[in-house]
T-cell receptor, first 114, second 114 residues
């Protein structure tokens, strides 16, 4: 079974600075997908960024980028120029194998301070 | 609006009662997933339906059941409710081309059992 570990329950960053959220996973699959979801106080789950395991290039979406290290089974999220609206719970998720289930980590609560 | 519709948004009910949560997937999506998010837990996978058929089951209690109808909407039935069932229940759908696009989540149903 796949597991996803987010080792930082809480983090904080000053507005305009850069922060990196960590995620590691365990799987025996070779083809899979990794995702970061954001859950702001509204509780809506919002897809931030996705990575396909067979692509070596790290995904980027505006201020959000990932550092995908397949051999180390690591998938960290970097947020540049942090904004107050980035304050949210961030979940790392793994998807792959014979079913279409996503397995989520327990989340990292990020607070952006003015 | 994500395109995934969940009703109701809030539900307060007494222990021992039965409730039904409803979900309509995004137009064109055939899969529906149900997840439970409790206060101290991440997102726990409950069940996955694809085009009316059950595809995968997670940690779903026997008191809980679900189905997906021909029009692709899904219902999650929770019976003999206990205080510990209080949680945010999410429905999500996925692109028919596969998991690589991730899930689109509904806004959730907040269930409070008193």
């Amino acid at each position: 079974a796949q597991t996803v570990t987010q080792s930082q329950p809480e983090m904080s960053v000053q507005e305009a600075e850069t922060v990196t959220l960590s995620c590691t996973y365990d799987t025996s699959e070779n083809n899979y997908y990794l995702f970061w979801y954001k859950q702001p106080p509204s509780r809506q789950m919002i897809l931030v960024i996705r990575q396909e395991a067979y692509k070596q290039q790290n995904a980027t979406e505006n201020r959000f980028s990932v550092n995908f290290q397949k051999a180390a089974k690591s998938f960290s999220l970097k947020i540049s120029d942090s904004q107050l609206g980035d304050t949210a719970m961030y979940f790392c998720a793994f998807g792959g194998g014979s079913n279409y289930k996503l397995t989520f980590g327990k989340g990292t609560l990020l607070t952006v301070n003015p | 609006d994500s395109g995934v519709t969940q009703t109701p948004k809030h539900l307060i009910t007494a222990t021992g009662q039965r409730v039904t949560l409803r979900c309509s997937p995004r137009s064109g999506d055939l899969s529906v997933y149900w997840y439970q998010q409790s206060l101290d837990q991440g997102l726990q996978f409950l069940i996955h339906y694809y085009n009316g058929e059950e595809r995968a089951k997670g940690n779903i209690l026997e008191r809980f059941s679900a189905q997906q109808f021909p029009d692709l909407h899904s219902e999650l039935n929770l019976s003999s409710l206990e205080l510990g069932d209080s949680a945010l229940y999410f429905c999500a759908s996925s692109h028919p081309q596969g998991l690589g696009y991730g899930y689109t989540f509904g806004s959730g149903t907040r269930l409070t059992v008193v």
